[in-house]
C-alpha cells in the first residue's frame, strides 16, 4: 500500500526515544497513536494531537506501521507477544537495540505470525531526532522500508541494507563500539590531564581536533585490512608496542590506572611475541576474529 502522509502510525514506547520519535511523526503530520506501559508519559504528545492508547491491542488497532521503541529484546516480546494474532499482516518497524541474533529472532517470530518485521538500528540521541546529522540504519523487509521510506525520514537520515534483519544492528553495535574506545581514550586522557591541573574541557579542545586528525587513518586502514597484506606497515606492530609502553609509563606517572589502555597493549604484546613485531599495526584485527 502506499504511504500517504495520512498513514496512521502507532509508537509503543514512550522512554526518551520514544517520546522524540512521535512527537517528530506529529510534526510531521502523521496520525500518531502512542502507548507506554507506565500511564501519563504520553501527555505531551496527547496535548500535541496524538491517540493515547490505554492498551498495547488498542495502540495497534490504528491501522500502519507500528514502530517498537521499548529497552530491550525481552520487553519486545513482553509487549508484542500477547498481541501477536492482531499483528498478523500488519508491519512491525523495531527500532529497540537488539544484538544482531535477537534481531534475527524477532524477524523470525514475526514471520511466523505473519508480521512483515523491518530492524532498525537509531544512530541518533533523542534531541537529534528529526534534526540533521540523525541516521536510522533499517534491514530486514525491504516492503515495509520502501513503503514507509517518507516517514522514515522524517524521524532521520534512513538507509536500507538488506533483508538480513540482523545487519541494521551489527552496523549500530559496530560503530557504538567504535565510539565508546573513543570515549574511553578521552577519560583516560583527561584523567591524566586532570594531574596536571589542566580541566576536562580544556583537554576536550585538543583532543576533539586530535581524534579528527587521526580518523582520517581509517581509510588507509580499511584497505590494508581488505587487501590482508601487512608487510608494508605504514607503522609497525614493535612501533606501537613502544609507544603502549611509553603510554603506560605516562600514565603511571600521573597516578592513573591503565584500564582502558591495557587490553590494546595487551593485545599488542601478544602479536609482537608471536613474531610479527615487523608487520603493520592493523593486523591486530587478525587477533580479534
Ligand atoms: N536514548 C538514547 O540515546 C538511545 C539512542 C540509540 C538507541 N537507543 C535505544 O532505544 C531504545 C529506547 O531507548 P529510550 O532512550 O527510550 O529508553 P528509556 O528512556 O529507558 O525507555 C525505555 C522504554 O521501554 C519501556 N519498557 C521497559 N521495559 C519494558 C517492558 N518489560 N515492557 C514494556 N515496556 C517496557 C519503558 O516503559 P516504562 O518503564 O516507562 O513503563 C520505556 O518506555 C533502547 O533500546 C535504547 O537502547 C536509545
Avoid: C
Avoid at 16 to 30: F, I, Y
Avoid at 53 to 65: K, N, R, Y
Avoid at 76 to 100: C, F, K, M, W, Y
Avoid at 137 to 142: D, P, T
Wanted: glycine residues 10%.
Amino acid at each position: 500500500m502506499a504511504e500517504t502522509t495520512n498513514t496512521p502510525v502507532t509508537v509503543l514506547g514512550l522512554g526518551a526515544m520514544g517520546q522524540a520519535l512521535a512527537a517528530t511523526l506529529l510534526k510531521g503530520g502523521r496520525p500518531t497513536t502512542v502507548w507506554n506501559r507506565t500511564s501519563g508519559k504520553d501527555f505531551d504528545l496527547v496535548t500535541a494531537g496524538a491517540v493515547g492508547a490505554t492498551s498495547v491491542a488498542d495502540a495497534v488497532q490504528a491501522g500502519g506501521p507500528i514502530i517498537v521503541v521499548l529497552f530491550d529484546h525481552a520487553s519486545v516480546h513482553e509487549t508484542l507477544d500477547p498481541v501477536a494474532g492482531d499483528l498478523s499482516g500488519r508491519q512491525v518497524i523495531n527500532l529497540t537495540s537488539t544484538a544482531p541474533g535477537e534481531a534475527r529472532e524477532l524477524a523470525a517470530w514475526a514471520a511466523g505470525h505473519g508480521i512483515d518485521y523491518l530492524d532498525g538500528g537509531i544512530m541518533a540521541v533523542p534531541p537529534m531526532i528529526g534534526q540533521p546529522g540523525a541516521s536510522i540504519l533499517y534491514s530486514g523487509s525491504r516492503t515495509v522500508y520502501d513503503e514507509h521510506r517518507e516517514t522514515l525520514e522524517l524521524l532521520a537520515a534512513a538507509e536500507y541494507f538488506g533483508d538480513d534483519a540482523g545487519l541494521a544492528s551489527t552496523y549500530d553495535f559496530a560503530l557504538l563500539a567504535n565510539m565508546y574506545s573513543m570515549f574511553a581514550g578521552f577519560m583516560h586522557g583527561a584523567a591524566m590531564m586532570r594531574s596536571v591541573g589542566v580541566s576536562a574541557s580544556a583537554f576536550a579542545e585538543r583532543a576533539t581536533a586530535w581524534v579528527s586528525a587521526m580518523a582520517q587513518m581509517l581509510p588507509a586502514y580499511g584497505q590494508i585490512i581488505d587487501g590482508g597484506d601487512y608487510t608494508q606497515p605504514i607503522q609497525s606492530l614493535a612501533f606501537h608496542k613502544a609507544a603502549l609502553d611509553a603510554i603506560n609509563r605516562a600514565t603511571r606517572d600521573a597516578g592513573v590506572t591503565v584500564d582502558f589502555v591495557a587490553p590494546i597493549k595487551n593485545l599488542i604484546d601478544r602479536q609482537v611475541a608471536d613474531g610479527h613485531g615487523a608487520q603493520e599495526f592493523a593486523r591486530t584485527i587478525e587477533e580479534l576474529v
